[in-house]
């Protein structure tokens, strides 16, 4: 069963998190201009029930990592009423904050801090749908586009139009492929959902085991996540008795010798300037942004913050001078802290489950490869947590299988798909040009074969009839504000409406490819959603 909603949007915003969030904060400092978008012309439509931002992560005493400059605002307008210190001072702890002595707040008060700026720009009058989840897009009446979603309390289906649309679905927990074999299991989980979901596991681990023995749980990942959620449980299993049997034991999985830290020196930090966005997107080629990528990948992905590790290796060296004294004094260690084992080198293979028969009570075997000496080893763990990151490509199933991907280039059998700037328009072009003139050449090289060759049999089957060609890599193009550019019926790509899909998609999160490594996080999240609602101003302004 769906409906129409009779009201046509200005602007119509898949996910409510905080780029959506700085975006409705941008469109409202604009809501006071002459012909400007209105509050009630703004939709965000977001599956979760209610605001959140990584709940499963708010740990006791965790800290951002980024200044509370860097929030939804400040570096796109200080003045505006949806700053940090805004929110601060809204709170009564402007001064407080400042007598911290500390630019860096914890995840606790940050998250609040995004929960109240959700909360202020609906009391302005940005409309939320909460628990709803678009499911389809399609072309609408007048050159709209139809957003369809379902009410996931009610099983309802809703149409909506809008004359644009932002796409900003976040992140999907990443799982490694032999534990997605054998998921769902109730002692298998992603850190998004750890802080809800361990502590009942712990519970039910307990529970099972009336003997109180020593439980094992490995942790498959070598960053902040997995070296913050590591921490943890050693805390909370410090205090779960074993009745003498033995420690617990926390193995952390990794790929690399050793963990990593984060570069956040002032140089290095650079790369998540305003102004680096710039620079990443003008580069000629996807290989030159992809090697700046990987020449500052140590500021953000697969690495450690200093303060995390000096606190991790100062249990392991704790656990070497009880280690130590005991072999001395032939005493035992009497330690109820669980031994944390780092295990480098390693890759995950397979996973199965002991019992499989009943998934509530068994363990969960892993075979892993060192991948210097390819020797293979395995353990078995009573639960599994996965550190392993997020997927942020999930929109692209949502466009492909759509009526809307066509305006695009897509369709339900693309081949992989890649964002590229419109900087690499030229080069692609020159490309398809040097392929034509390659083609024509082999053409004519053919024709004039002798007509021995011509009467030889194929060496292989490749062009018989029946054998499909596999679909090649296809390129979507994204402007420097945001804007995926449509296609036109003779394939060019444009920077214009098409006469029958006039509605303009933006992205938000997913253009790492081509904006640079500060796409998915928050240090420049008010400045990016600035250009994105000034871009959608300036279309405004064309038609």
């Known amino acids: 069963m769906s409906s129409l909603d009779s009201h046509v949007y200005d602007v119509i915003g898949i996910g409510f998190g905080p780029a959506n969030v700085a975006i409705a904060g941008a469109l409202l400092d604009k809501s006071s201009l002459p012909n400007a978008i209105q509050p009630n012309d703004v939709l965000f439509i977001e599956k979760h029930d209610q605001f959140r931002w990584h709940p499963g992560m708010l740990l006791p005493d965790a800290r951002m990592q980024i200044s509370f400059l860097k929030d939804l605002a400040t570096l796109r307008c200080p003045t505006s009423p ?13 001064v407080s904050f400042i007598n911290r002595g500390s630019t860096i707040p914890t995840r606790k008060e940050y998250s609040d801090y995004l929960t109240w700026a959700s909360e202020y720009v609906q009391h302005r009058g940005i409309r939320v749908a909460y628990g709803q989840d678009v499911v389809a897009l399609d072309k609408g009446p007048d050159g709209t586009v139809q957003v369809r979603s379902t009410n996931l309390s009610t099983g309802e289906q809703l149409v909506r139009r809008a004359r644009d649309l932002i796409i900003s679905p976040g992140g999907s927990p990443r799982v490694p492929p032999a534990l997605a074999s054998i998921s769902p299991n109730p002692f298998l989980l992603h850190t998004s959902v750890y802080l809800y979901r361990m502590p009942p596991i712990l519970s039910k681990l307990t529970a099972r085991s009336a003997e109180q023995r020593p439980l094992r749980i490995a942790v498959i990942g070598s960053g ?5 959620v590591l921490l943890d449980l050693h805390n909370r299993l410090s205090v779960i008795d074993t009745a003498g049997r033995g420690k617990h034991q926390l193995d952390m999985i990794i790929r690399n010798g050793s963990l990593k830290p984060s570069d956040d020196s002032p140089f290095a930090n650079e790369i998540f300037d305003p102004d680096s966005t710039d620079v990443m997107f003008k580069l000629p080629s996807a290989h030159a942004r992809k090697h700046v990528r990987t020449e500052y990948q140590s500021t953000n992905y697969g690495v450690v913050s200093p303060h995390t590790l000096e606190n991790l290796y100062e249990i392991m060296y704790d656990q070497r001078i009880d280690d130590a004294v005991e072999k001395r004094t032939n005493r035992a260690n009497m330690s109820t802290h669980p031994r944390i084992t780092i295990k480098p080198y390693s890759e995950l293979l397979t996973a199965e489950l002991v019992d499989p028969a009943d998934a509530t009570e068994s363990q969960v075997n892993l075979v892993f490869q060192n991948t210097l000496s390819r020797d293979m080893y395995e353990a078995t763990y009573d639960a599994v947590i996965s550190a392993t990151g997020y997927d942020r490509r999930s929109w692209l199933s949502l466009l492909t299988s759509s009526p809307v991907g066509k305006y695009y280039g897509l369709s339900s059998v693309s081949g992989e798909i890649h964002l590229a700037s419109t900087t690499e328009l030229s080069e692609d072009k020159r490309s398809l040009a040097f392929q034509a003139i390659n083609t024509n050449t082999n053409t004519h090289t053919s024709d004039t074969s002798t007509s021995s060759a011509v009467s030889s049999p194929p060496s292989s089957p490749g062009g018989s009839v029946g054998v499909r060609t596999p679909p090649v890599s296809q390129k979507l193009y994204v402007s ?24 303009r998609v933006y992205l938000q999160g997913c253009t790492e490819d081509t904006h640079g490594l500060s796409d998915t996080l928050l240090s420049i999240v008010g400045v990016k959603c600035g250009e994105l609602v000034e871009d959608i101003y300036a279309g405004r302004s064309r038609t």
């Open 82 to 94: 949806l700053t940090f210190t805004s929110y601060l001072h809204d709170q009564g702890r402007l």
């Open 224 to 228: 902040q996540s997995a070296a913050e």
């Open 480 to 503: 420097r504000n945001y804007q995926l550019l449509p296609v036109s019926p003779s394939g060019d790509v444009v920077d214009a409406p098409l006469d029958d899909f006039k509605a």
